[in-house]
């Protein structure tokens, strides 16, 4: 539903190419107010708002004051559903972060003191024998090792491959560093 207010000396103009374009107004549907100086025309139908809008863009003569959409007012529940459904959203989105947070906690409890010395022990051993990629390897598949049974030992679920991965790789660079006095 449209109402379209235009200049009340254009209304015979207006009414006529609705005429012609074969879209018939009720008597009720075009409401004039004559001390402003305009008629307001009231669109309920698709096809009169189509015809009305399609006379006004090609009639730049009939001065048209204003083209105002009436919106439909929510009934209660339509309201509490829409904010239902908001809120539903945004608790998804809650759960998502916390989700997140957790699992890089877990990540970061993966690696204790513990681990670190032993991973360190493993990284000034491959230091003394010299062989680095070999050794790196051999280093990074220990580290994973020793990750995986710490793990297991905690009773928490042990990470994906990629992770895994990551966190060994992490931890075997740690020991080398400290093995070597890189960071020192």
Do not use: C
Not at 38 to 47: G, L, R, S, T
Not at 94 to 121: L, T, V
Request: hydrophobic content about 40%; aromatic content about 4%; charged content about 35%.
């Amino acid at each position: 539903m449209a109402t379209f207010k235009i200049a009340l000396e254009d209304k015979a103009a207006f009414l006529n190419r609705m005429e012609k374009a074969g879209v018939a107004l009720d008597t009720d549907q075009a409401v004039d107010n004559k001390l402003e100086g305009y008629f307001e025309v009231i669109v309920d139908e698709p096809k009169q708002l189509e015809a009305v809008k399609t006379i006004l863009k090609q009639s730049p003569k009939i001065n048209t004051i204003q083209e105002m959409e009436n919106k439909k007012k929510l009934t209660k529940s339509e309201l509490k559903e829409m904010v239902r459904q908001e809120l539903q959203g945004v608790l998804a989105e809650k759960k998502k972060a916390k989700a997140e947070k957790e699992e890089k906690e877990k990540m970061n409890e993966a690696i204790d003191p513990a681990m670190m010395d032993a991973i360190q022990a493993l990284g000034g051993f491959s230091a003394l024998v010299g062989s680095a990629f070999g050794l790196v390897k051999l280093g990074v598949a220990q580290a994973k090792k020793e990750i995986v049974a710490k793990l297991k030992a905690k009773g928490e679920d042990i990470p994906d491959d990629k992770t895994l991965e990551k966190l060994a790789t992490q931890a075997f660079k740690g020991a080398m560093d400290s093995a070597t006095g890189y960071n020192r």
